[in-house]
């Protein structure tokens, strides 16, 4: 099972950048699909990104599309989070998690999380 640690939040201004990443102290990172996720004040935990095990395939959700981009590094068993272009609505605490499985964004699809990581932009 992967172990989770984010890490790279803090505040930006708007048009602003950031890159999270999320390490894992684990020995199976390379066996994981790893996704990013966002949770704003007052809403529910929603999908960001994700990232097959070789990093052959990425998926985003629709408001992040060429502004984000997910990458990993399995010899530092390591998986990032670029962030481009950063507006206010951007600002949510963001997870990064793990699944076995391609093509499931769902919450409860994922079997481990970070802890999180606040991330602010300022208008």
């Known amino acids: 099972q992967v172990q989770l640690v984010e890490s790279g939040g803090g505040l930006v201004q708007a048009g602003g950048s950031l890159r999270l990443s999320c390490a894992d102290s684990?020995?199976?990172?390379?066996?994981?699909?790893m996704g990013w996720f966002r949770q704003a004040p007052g809403k529910e935990r929603e999908f960001v990104a994700a990232i097959s095990w070789s990093a052959s395939l990425t998926y985003y959700t629709d408001s992040v599309k060429g502004r984000f981009a997910i990458s990993r590094d399995n010899a530092k068993n390591t998986v990032y989070l670029q962030m481009n272009n950063m507006k206010p609505e951007d600002t949510a605490v963001y997870y990064c998690?793990?699944?076995?499985?391609?093509?499931?964004?769902?919450?409860?699809?994922?079997?481990?999380w970070g802890q999180g990581t606040q991330v602010t932009v300022s208008s």
């Open positions: 684990g020995r199976t990172f390379s066996r994981y699909v």
């Open positions: 998690a793990a699944t076995t499985r391609w093509g499931v964004w769902q919450n409860d699809r994922y079997e481990s």
